[in-house]
């Protein structure tokens, strides 16, 4: 078997139904039915009243960039076609936090404050990442 030229997610406990999600074309996050709030990263309990009453639910996953960075460099050599590539923190309208790429647009125009939509990016066969591209006339 060769080794993939890409770097790719690891999948494991909690994270799996993340991960199947994108797979499968959908944003899929933790919801707490007793204090009703989202979260993310995936954990056993609930962040904000420690229950164990968390299930998966698909969700919109547009939001705001709260802060990004375009690196200077490749860390890996499959970033090296990406170059220049904007690695993002972006608020969710539905209450979480999340990291991923900012797509389909000049470095130069990302803002803080921008509003993005998600994109669901294969990497390779049976590898999604969460991107974000900027919505239709977004400026900060």
Same mark, same amino acid.
């Given at each position: ?11 494991? %406990? ?10 499968? %074309? ?5 919801? &707490? ?12 309990? &609930?962040?904000? &009243? ?28 499959s970033f090296k076609a990406r170059m220049p590539y904007v ?12 990291? %991923?790429?900012?797509?389909d647009c000049d470095p130069d125009t990302v803002s803080i ?23 239709? %006339?977004?400026?900060?």
């Amino acid at each position: 078997m060769s080794e993939s030229p890409n770097v790719l997610p690891t999948y494991s %406990g909690e994270a799996e139904p993340y991960w199947q999600g994108l797979r499968e %074309g959908e944003v899929r996050l933790q919801y &707490c039915k007793s204090c009703e709030t989202y979260q993310f990263y995936p954990r056993p309990i &609930c962040a904000g &009243c420690w229950s164990d009453d968390i299930e998966w639910r698909a969700v919109e996953a547009s939001g705001t960039v709260y802060s990004f960075s375009v690196p200077g460099f490749a860390p890996h050599p499959s970033f090296k076609a990406r170059m220049p590539y904007v690695v993002a923190l972006v608020d969710l309208d539905v209450g979480v936090r999340i990291m %991923g790429n900012i797509v389909d647009c000049d470095p130069d125009t990302v803002s803080i404050g921008m509003r993005v939509d998600s994109v669901i990016s294969e990497i390779e066969e049976g590898h999604s990442l969460l991107n974000f591209k900027p919505q239709q %006339g977004a400026q900060a």
